[in-house]
């Protein structure tokens, strides 16, 4: 036996012991052929490297590298994680982490921000949903995958990192200093504006329906008679959630979400309690461009089953399912398995949902607001800040809970 066969043989044997690839291909006709030639390809290629490449490298990293650009080719929320990139997005989902407080997604190749997380160095640096990142501390991000921009952009807390920035409408690259922090996401904050309810939902960790039943419940006890529920720049966060909070507003019963599989497989959520504000408690739900996922979740079903009149900008189209598939070594593949559909059937993916009352706020009047609400919180003033007479999206909900429009509208949406 030749000493290239030898090596195929053994590169097949590690393949189909780690990875589990080759289940009967000799029995499934031209398509496993196909397989198992490419597969065979592959297992040459990685022998090949590890035994001639110009410096030692370990089987561990080519099969990390090689898992990596397989799962960056299929979609921009696929991924592979390495132990520590895992460990990461344990702590986020939880809640806290360390970084400078974005969440990003792929177009074209680039990292591009969803939505800046409020509180954070990156929201109070300035950094918008839409912008691209180009290079993180002078690296190119074009060859890189989400976890690797990811991964370059945290860091030990107190250091700082440099984004490279372009912005539709601006001349030139931008160049962001940011100084890394410990990221702790209040995730719901809520107020009182007048007789009427105002809850900020910033991100879908754990245990938020808890803290908007709350909010929801307190500001109930202070006799509002309507509530905004603003899910602007929130970038979604866990399914269960969405449907937790979701629960809160609609019937029992009611139809939240739908995904469907490639193999046509459907699985449907439905409300499962009966709601806490009474159908006759008008609500209004703030959307964006930075609004993606669960937020979007929520939105088309309280939209779709006219519970809400939904008011500000489309949002970001985000409707793709992920499932974190645990390795043995502590490793995950983060694979999108599924779509999700609204109550009515519409898949928003790279569509979003589009506002019942548009309502467009220019990057002047954001940045006017934003450095307002900075100048407040300077001056110690401690939890959400509003300021609708620099909001017109708040603006424009208020008026229409105080109008009596919004359960007109709802009748006829």
């Not at 990875?19 to 009967?24: A, D, R, S, T």
Request: charge should be positive; aromatic fraction near 6%; glycine fraction near 8%.
């Amino acid at each position: 036996m030749s000493k290239v066969s030898r090596l195929r043989n053994i590169g097949i044997a590690i393949v189909t012991f780690s990875l589990g690839f080759i289940v009967g291909f000799a029995s499934q006709g031209r398509q496993a052929e196909d397989e198992y030639k490419y597969l065979r390809i592959f297992t040459d290629a990685l022998k090949i490297v590890k035994d001639n490449y110009v410096e030692p490298v370990s089987m561990k990293d080519l099969i990390y590298g090689a898992l990596n650009g397989m799962t960056k080719s299929l979609d921009p929320f696929s991924g592979f994680l390495t132990p520590k990139q895992y460990e990461s997005f344990r702590q986020e989902t939880e809640g806290e982490f360390g970084g400078i407080g974005i969440e990003i997604g792929m177009e074209k190749g680039r990292p591009v921000v969803i939505s800046p997380i409020e509180g954070t160095p990156a929201y109070r640096a300035g950094i918008k949903s839409g912008d691209m990142i180009l290079e993180v501390n002078g690296e190119d991000t074009s060859n890189m995958s989400l976890m690797d921009v990811v991964q370059r952009i945290r860091g030990k807390v107190g250091t700082k990192v440099e984004l490279t920035i372009y912005r539709k409408g601006v001349d030139k690259p931008m160049k962001i200093e940011l100084e890394r922090a410990l990221i702790r996401i209040e995730s719901v904050k809520w107020t009182k504006i007048d007789d009427v309810g105002y809850i900020k939902l910033s991100q879908f960790n754990e245990n938020v329906s808890i803290q908007v039943e709350r909010a929801v419940r307190e500001l109930l006890s202070k006799g509002v008679k309507g509530f905004v529920f603003d899910l602007r720049n929130d970038p979604g966060g866990l399914l269960s959630e969405a449907i937790s909070v979701s629960d809160l507003f609609l019937p029992e019963g009611k139809l939240v979400v739908y995904t469907k599989s490639r193999n046509g497989e459907t699985q449907r959520y439905f409300s499962r309690r009966k709601p806490i504000i009474p159908a006759n408690v008008p609500l209004v739900v703030l959307i964006n461009k930075g609004s993606a996922s669960a937020s979007e979740i929520v939105a088309g079903a309280l939209q779709d089953h006219k519970r809400a009149v939904i008011v500000g900008e489309k949002s970001y189209g985000k409707a793709s399912v992920q499932n974190i598939i645990n390795m043995e070594d502590g490793s995950a593949l983060k694979l999108t398995v599924a779509y999700y559909y609204t109550p009515l059937g519409k898949l928003i993916h790279k569509k979003g949902i589009v506002p019942d009352v548009e309502v467009v706020m220019d990057e002047r009047q954001e940045e006017a607001l934003q450095e307002a609400i900075r100048q407040r919180k300077l001056q110690g003033r401690n939890g959400v800040i509003v300021i609708p007479e620099m909001d017109p999206q708040l603006s424009k909900a208020i008026e229409l809970i105080k109008s009596g429009q919004v359960l007109k509208r709802v009748a006829n949406l």
